[in-house]
């Protein structure tokens, strides 16, 4: 095989047209063999011999896509400092950016012998390990171009590539569960419908199905274990794993984009698939350990688990630190994705010990020029000491806001609380993002997520059910903050029905009208059931994957309409805080902002909001003073809005507020269906609020009358005129 020296970066393999260059970092090892692989598994080994600044590297000029290849790493076998090298386990190349194959597991996988963590075990694993794949780079992009929405008219919807489309009858079977699935314009129709303007993908980077959950029949579906941080999952891909996941994933983003759909991927830089001392060898284990992974300092046989997972990266390290940068760039740049969802953020930020938010990563982050530009999304926590951070990122970052899903949840359940909570999470959780000079938009909203129950379930079960997950229901979490009216599961009461309906749709609602950015779970705008189980992780099946055949359509249309409400007023997306100070109104004198109002009417005292005044309130939100413009560059002057929530087992009256907010009020949702198309309402009246529902009122305007400007109505008004003018009526000849 024919080798030139080639070059130290980029790192990975990459192809230019005419050949490859390869290189692979590794401080601690002695020799490093790059392995090419036959379709009939004859390997071919290449040493490298060229080092510069721990980069093993060369550069093969018969060598271009399609190829499969890996490496074995030679180095000290001395765990207890933290060294695993051995030759003899084919090791995939971290930067690798497409993998063919999967894992078969058995005792070649693993660096020790079965009962023997200790233990060096010899057995070659190239037979029963993925690969690597050479890509070709190059794309017809056909002029894409990224949508850049505004964070402030972002709607993010959360999905998974093979759940949100396995089932759905409008795309081709062959293609189902796949990228070019989630680009084919079925899926793009439904988006586009909901007023979705991000699709959040669930992890796409090639991760690993456990052994365990194997040999039990269950499978890694939400593919939170990653092994290749610039390789989009082979599974995925309904062409082939020789690298075309890498066209068809690109296509995927390409339709969507053309649609106004950004794409946010879902991904998993704080542990990998390899687990802890007693995971198999797959990859940065054997290539560098002690770079890769943080290890017990008191013991390097170990690792350091803030994760849950068995490991966690060394973001302390600047070579990890390095991959974890260069795959972000890599997935902006060359993948054109828009932004990234980060898994359990809070251990990116522990360069030591503590939660640092001033972390070596994010100090990278700040200044990179290219992912400083796209939507960053933090996972605000982890299992380590301090690891809740909810509101404690830097300002370039926004966060889902677990609060925001607690409070809520509270609230609707009817819950005592400080309505006062309620108040700040409704209105952008400016107590959590204000003092960092980051606005409401730091918020991401979000009532459900994969992790949980979907919106069906919350409102259907007060239990966990995940008996299917063989763990004897003792996984997952057992506090909800869920209620299921009376009945636990389904049920054919039509009164537990009616109510549940209008909690799935006074969450909607809630979420969809409240400050920040809202993200919906995939399928609770379908009204989707997980059957009560709250942890989906391993059911790659029909429990998990969303049924499009038994759709509820009036939720969907109900979601749709509020999605355009939001959309139509920037009332409901503001992107500063309220502050409470009087806004000139178009008519009298100024009132403020935002007023939040008693049943009767009257506004909020200070004393209210922690006297246990209950579980019913009112907001008035001010549309004056909105800084937005119409794309003539106009400023946009919205209307004034009232949300009267009550969520009480009791009807209420609530009394519309005096003449100074407006004269008269449009109902324009109820969660209840109970106010549709009534008369306007006006102040001083009452509405009967309905036990758990929400109510949205829209200040009155008289339509203008329609004007005729045809040919015939300008001679008409001419010989009017005329007419008034020889009959000497001055009066209505001044008004013509």
């Not at 200790?118 to 057995?123: K, Y």
């Not at 973001?315 to 390095?322: A, M």
């Not at 409401?440 to 299917?468: C, M, Q």
Request: proline share 6%.
């Amino acid at each position: 095989m024919q080798t030139w020296p080639g070059s130290t970066y980029p790192l990975g393999a990459t192809y230019d047209g005419n050949g490859t260059n390869f290189a692979l970092f590794s401080e601690a090892a002695e020799r490093v063999e790059l392995c090419l692989f036959e379709e009939d598994g004859t390997e071919t080994r290449v040493e490298l011999i060229d080092l510069d600044a721990f980069v093993w590297h060369a550069y093969l000029p018969q060598v271009g896509p399609g190829q499969r290849y890996g490496y074995r790493v030679h180095g000290p076998s001395d765990v207890e400092e933290g060294h695993r090298f051995n030759p003899n386990k084919l090791l995939l190349d971290p930067y690798a950016k497409a993998v063919a194959g999967q894992v078969n597991w058995g005792q070649s996988v693993f660096g020790y012998n079965f009962g023997d963590p200790d233990s060096r075990n010899d057995e070659d694993s190239a037979a029963d390990m993925m690969m690597g794949v050479v890509v070709n780079p190059f794309f017809d992009w056909a002029g894409d171009r990224q949508p850049k929405t505004p964070y402030a008219s972002t709607f993010i919807y959360e999905g998974h590539v093979k759940g949100l489309t396995m089932r759905h009858p409008g795309i081709p079977e062959e293609i189902r569960g796949t990228y070019s699935a989630i680009g084919h314009p079925a899926m793009i129709d439904h988006l586009v419908k909901l007023g979705v303007t991000a699709i959040e993908l669930m992890p796409v980077h090639q991760f690993v199905n456990d052994s365990t959950l194997q040999e039990n029949g269950l499978a890694n579906y939400w593919g939170y274990n990653t092994i290749a941080f610039l390789a989009p999952q082979n599974t995925y891909a309904s062409q082939g794993d020789l690298g075309q996941q890498v066209q068809e994933f690109k296509g995927m983003v390409r339709a969507l984009h053309a649609a106004g759909i950004e794409v946010i991927l879902d991904v998993v830089y704080n542990h990998t698939a390899e687990g802890n001392h007693m995971g198999p060898m797959l990859s940065m284990r054997g290539i560098d350990n002690n770079a890769y992974y943080r290890l017990e300092d008191d013991d390097k046989r170990y690792y350091t688990d803030y994760t849950g997972t068995g490991n966690s990266m060394n973001v302390g390290n600047p070579h990890t630190l390095q991959l974890i940068m260069d795959s972000l760039r890599y997935w902006v740049l060359e993948m054109h994705v828009d932004g990234f969802r980060f898994d359990l953020a809070s251990t990116l930020a522990r360069e030591f010990y503590e939660v640092d938010r001033l972390a070596t990563f994010f100090e990278l982050v700040q200044q990179d020029p290219v992912v400083s530009q796209v939507k960053l999304i933090a996972e605000p926590w982890d299992i380590g000491p301090g690891g809740y951070q909810v509101g404690n990122f830097p300002p370039q970052w926004t966060e889902w806001n677990g609060k925001y899903r607690d409070t809520v949840r509270d609230f609707w359940r009817g819950e005592p609380q400080a309505l006062g909570e309620f108040a700040s999470r409704l209105t952008g959780s400016a107590d959590l993002y204000e003092h960092s000079g980051r606005r409401p938009v730091a918020s991401i909203n979000f009532v459900t997520a994969h992790d949980g129950f979907t919106l069906r379930d919350l409102v259907s079960y007060n239990e966990k059910h995940n008996e299917a997950n063989g763990e004897d229901n003792n996984d997952g979490e057992s506090h909800n903050r869920s209620f299921n009216f009376g009945v636990e599961g389904p049920t054919d009461d039509p009164e537990v029905l009616t109510l549940r309906a209008r909690q799935q749709r006074n969450f909607i609602a809630t979420l969809l009208l409240s400050q920040g950015v809202p993200m919906l779970l995939h399928g609770d705008e379908l009204g989707r059931t997980q059957q009560g189980n709250n942890n989906g992780y391993a059911q790659d099946n029909e429990l998990t994957w969303v049924d499009w055949d038994s759709v509820d359509n009036p939720l969907l249309e109900f979601t749709a309409a509020l999605a355009r409400l939001r959309k139509d007023h920037p009332t409901f997306r503001r992107s500063r805080f309220f502050d409470g100070r009087p806004v000139k109104m178009q008519e009298g004198s100024p009132i403020p902002d935002i007023v939040w109002l008693r049943p009767d009417g009257s506004a909020m005292q200070p004393e209210d909001w922690d006297s246990g005044f209950g579980r019913a309130v009112g907001v008035f939100l001010n549309g004056g003073g909105i800084r937005e413009r119409d794309r003539r560059g106009e400023p946009i002057v919205d209307k004034h809005f009232l949300i009267l929530f009550n969520a009480g087992d009791e009807i209420i009256d609530f009394h519309i507020p005096h003449r100074a907010y407006s004269p008269k009020w449009d109902i324009i949702v109820d969660t209840a269906g109970e106010l549709a198309d009534s008369e306007p309402v006006e102040p001083g009246g009452a509405i009967r609020l309905a036990a758990s529902s929400l109510v949205v009122l829209r200040a009155h305007t008289v339509p203008e009358p329609d004007v005729d400007h045809s040919v015939a109505a300008s001679l008409a008004v001419l010989a009017q005129s005329q007419v008034d003018e020889i009959s000497g009526d001055p009066i209505r000849s001044e008004l013509q």
